[in-house]
Every structure is written in C-alpha cells, then in structure tokens.
C-alpha cells in the first residue's frame, strides 16, 4: 500500500510543481515537465510512491482564445512518454484532480463543455505517459443546484457522452455537503465509474449513516479488477479561527473569534483517527493520498507516527 500527497512540496520549496508564468510570457508544458523530474528526484529520495500532479502543467492549454497553447500536449509527446517511464521506473502513482470549476452536471452547456475539455487535456496527457489504469482523474460530482437526485441524474447523462478515453481513467469521489457517499454509490450503479472514498467528507457528510467499513468495501468493488483503488484521507482543522471586521458603527476594526469549519483540512494527519481507519479497514488494500495541508511534510510525519504508535500498521505501507 502506498501513501501520497498532492501537488506543492513543502518538504523543499524550491521545487515548483508547474510553470505558472502570466500568458505573456509564454508558459509551457516542457518547463512543467522538467519541474515533475526534480520532483520525481525528490519522492525517490524519500521513497514516496505516489503523487497528485497540478492541474495546471499544461497552461492555458484549453483556452479558447488562446490557440497558441493548444498544442502543446502534442509537442510534448516524447518528453510525456519518457516521464511516464521515469514514474513506472520508480514504481510511483500518478494523478489528476482538476479544480472545483470542472462541474459536469452544470445547467450552463458552455462549462459542461468546457469541463470534458479539461478533463480530456489531462486524460490525454496520463495516455501519452502511457501509464496504466491506476492513474486517475478524479473529479466531485459538482453542484446540487437544490435537488441531488436531478443533480445526478445530468452527471450522469453528462457522462454518457464523454470518449471512452476520458471514462477510462476518470474517478468519482464523494463531497462533503452535497454528493454523499451513498449518492456517488447510485452514480456507480448506473454508469460504472469508479469511486474515490474520502474519508473527512464521510465523516461531515453521511445522512443515510452508512458504517464505515461495509461503504468502503462498496467503493473498493466499483474498480476495475486488478487496479488498485484509492482513497484519501485527511485530518479536520481544530484551531479556533480569529476574524477581523469593523464594526459599522463605530468603524473600528474588531475582532472576532470563531470555531472550526469541521470540512477544513488540517496541516497534519491525527496518526489516532489514521490508525483506526487503517484497523478498521483490516485486510482491504488501498493506497491513500494524504490531502493535510502540510503535504509531503505530513506524510513524513505520519510515517514517523505510525512507527512510534502502530508498528503493525506501518508496515502496510511502502
């Protein structure tokens, strides 16, 4: 089993996950490539196995009036194909997970579209790595728009329509305030998909009390056989939250304190909630991206944890 985290290395800051210059000055998925090999150097250094790429290495690469970027997932074919072998030389697990704005089941037809171009930029660049079905694109169903069943019933109509490219590799999680786990299992039924559990939206969004392990073996099922699935994890924020507003009548700036959003992600993984997930989970295998705020430097830790506090489950995992 393996454990990841995504995107930014916190563990060397001088590590850049992708070429994130303005247009002007001429972005290019080549310079974010170069950018994931240093990467790739440091997760072997810390035999790390698994990674979430940034969504963004290809820049601008589906902007509709930019036609100068759109090539170069094409130009890059050879430089995609040797990172590719670079990640299954290392034995490491790449994905996708595109921002909040890819929204399949949107009422507005121009981001629907505007999402499958998204999605298929990156399926396209996952293929031309030539990895193989273990690498992912994993999105949330999108908004409710007041009613989940209408919500899932356009996902799925939406899904019906993508290329066979894009639903091989894409994956569908559940959120924590609108598609619960018990939704995304319905999605499943009718399309297929495959399902990412995560762990603090079961815990923040769960209204039918589904158990835990009994909805976990329910997602590990929906993979295809002999693929690996995943899961995520993470840890909520505890900190009591300090706000500044002025006040409207006097002006003057006050301060306000306020408790946790419970949907918050923590810096670090809680190695006690992580172990009884693991125990729980006892002789189901899974990898786990860990999605802490602390990225590469909560993976350490917790690796560090797991050998102080559960030995037993710390030899799960690579």
Known sequence: MRLGFA?????????????????????????????????????????????????????YVTHPDMPQFHRQIRECAARLRALG????????????????????????????QKSIADLAAQTEMLDRMELGPEAVVVVHAGGSYGDVEQGSRDWIRTYEKLSPAIRRRLVLENDDSRYSAADVLKIHRATGVPLIFDHQHFC??????????????????????????????????????????????????ERILQPPVWTGHADY?????????????????????????????????????????APEVAARFL
């Open 7 to 59: 995107v930014k290395v916190l563990g060397a800051e001088e590590l850049k996950s992708n070429d994130s210059r303005r247009w002007q000055q001429s972005p290019h998925l080549r310079i974010s490539i170069d950018y994931l090999h240093q990467i790739f150097d440091h997760l072997a250094r810390q035999s790390i196995h698994m990674y979430r790429m940034s969504s963004d290495i290809a820049p």
């Open 204 to 253: 923040c969004h769960n209204p039918g009390r589904l158990e835990l392990r009994a909805t976990v073996e329910k997602f590990l099922r929906s993979w295809p056989q002999g693929v690996r699935p995943k899961v995520h994890f993470s840890s909520p924020r505890t900190e009591l939250r300090e706000l500044k507003r002025r006040n409207r009548q006097t002006r003057k700036l």
């Open 85 to 112: 072998r670079r990640a299954r030389e290392d034995n490491l697990r790449l994905s996708f997970h595109p921002s909040q704005f890819i929204v399949l089941n949107s009422p507005d037809p121009v981001l629907v």
């Open 269 to 309: 993984c809680n190695p006690f909630e992580f172990i009884r997930f693991i125990r729980e989970l006892e002789g189901l295998e899974f990898d786990v991206m860990l999605e802490a705020k602390a990225k590469d430097l909560a993976l350490v830790r917790l690796r560090q944890d797991l050998s102080r506090y």
